[in-house]
């Protein structure tokens, strides 16, 4: 599976829109992008996932560009509960369920 | 819909012991994974159940080992216990059915502490 990288941290205010990128150059062409955050000490959540095209669910939107080599996750409105780290890796299809996490991105949301 | 459960939540053993911790799926899903968490190493995938078979296997010594019941519920035991295994261990659930998208939903995890 092609590894991602991402910044290590991140500020945002609260009430702001939360932009948290990710590289994933050697990304292969049935490699899907997932987006995952782990608040502290409890278990990952899902967040989003995509293949090509931009996608948007009740909590974020995902951009990914049009080479497919890296995306954004977008938090349209951050509260100090979006305070996590945020995880974006890539996975192929048909490598079942074998996710390889990397050193996410720690956002902190500030009053 | 109940979420994954992961019994016990805690647990506090000896170097040299063995250790084993289970994980309940979501109802219907038949892929369950488990994963470690550490300062140090940050969230490493263990392995892979499907239907009872093991399909997936990370980087791990053969003290760590797991089975997968007819239930889809799972355990995952660690035998020979080294300082080293403090951890928290997650497991995960998906429905991992043809067609479906694979996201996996994770259990709050077990925190074990070897001393």
């Known amino acids: 599976d092609a590894k991602t990288t991402q910044p290590p941290s991140m500020d945002c205010a609260e009430g702001r829109a939360a932009n948290l990128p990710c590289n994933h150059s050697?990304?292969?062409?049935?490699?899907?992008v997932y987006w995952y955050r782990q608040i502290h000490s409890q278990g990952p959540q899902y967040i989003i996932h995509g293949l090509k095209n931009n996608e948007t669910n009740e909590m974020a939107s995902l951009i990914i560009t049009e080479d497919r080599k890296s995306s954004t996750l977008i938090l349209p409105h951050a509260t100090l509960r979006d305070t996590a780290v945020y995880y974006c890796?890539?996975?192929?299809?048909?490598?079942?369920?074998?996710?390889?996490f990397g050193s996410g991105t720690k956002l902190n949301v500030k009053p | 819909k109940a979420g994954v459960t992961q019994t016990p939540r805690y647990l506090i053993k000896t170097r040299g012991q063995q250790v084993t911790l289970s994980c309940s799926p979501i109802s219907g899903h038949r892929s369950v994974s488990w994963y470690q968490q550490t300062p140090g190493q940050g969230l490493q995938f263990l392995f892979e159940y499907f239907s009872e078979t093991q399909r997936n296997k990370g980087n791990f010594p053969g003290r760590f080992s797991g089975r997968q019941f007819s239930n889809s519920r799972s355990e995952m035991n660690v035998s020979t216990l080294e300082l080293g295994d403090s951890a928290l261990y997650l497991c995960a659930s998906s429905l991992a059915q043809q067609g479906s998208t694979y996201e996996q939903y994770f259990g709050p995890g077990t925190r074990l502490t070897v001393t």
């Open positions: 050697t990304i292969s062409g049935n490699e899907y």
């Open positions: 890796i890539v996975r192929t299809r048909y490598n079942f369920n074998k996710f390889y």
